[in-house]
């Protein structure tokens, strides 16, 4: 990983959880989270594309209230966005410029 890249999930981490952020929870502690969107075979997505998200939003708790990425996908967007949506707000909250 290159200085810049360790920089930028430096960065997006301290960001906090942005499902928990939606929901009125700021600042909860976040893992990284690669989006596959974009990453083809072999090709490992970007550090560039992370997005953080907490534990429970991550990797998931089980539980209805918490959906997760990873556990499902389909009832995490339809509460919180899609990748794409999440990766935009995270790049606008460090100073990106969007296009
Ligand atoms: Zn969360």
């Known amino acids: ?8 999930l430096s960065r997006v981490q301290s960001l906090g959880c942005m ?9 909860t502690p976040a893992e990284i989270h690669h989006p596959r969107a974009g990453a ?10 992370a997005i953080p998200l907490c534990p429970a939003h991550h990797r998931g708790i089980n539980h209805p209230l918490t959906p997760s990425i990873h ?4 009832a ?3 509460r ?7 990766l935009e707000q995270t790049r ?7 296009a």
């Open 92 to 98: 606008r909250l460090i100073g990106w410029e969007v």
């Open 80 to 86: 919180f966005g899609t990748e794409a949506e999440l």
């Open 40 to 49: 083809g075979a072999g090709r490992k997505a970007s550090h560039f594309d």
């Open 76 to 78: 995490f967007i339809a």
């Open 71 to 74: 556990l499902d996908k389909r």
């Open 1 to 8: 990983m290159t200085k810049a890249e360790k920089q930028h």
């Open 19 to 27: 499902a928990c952020r939606q929901i009125g929870y700021r600042d």
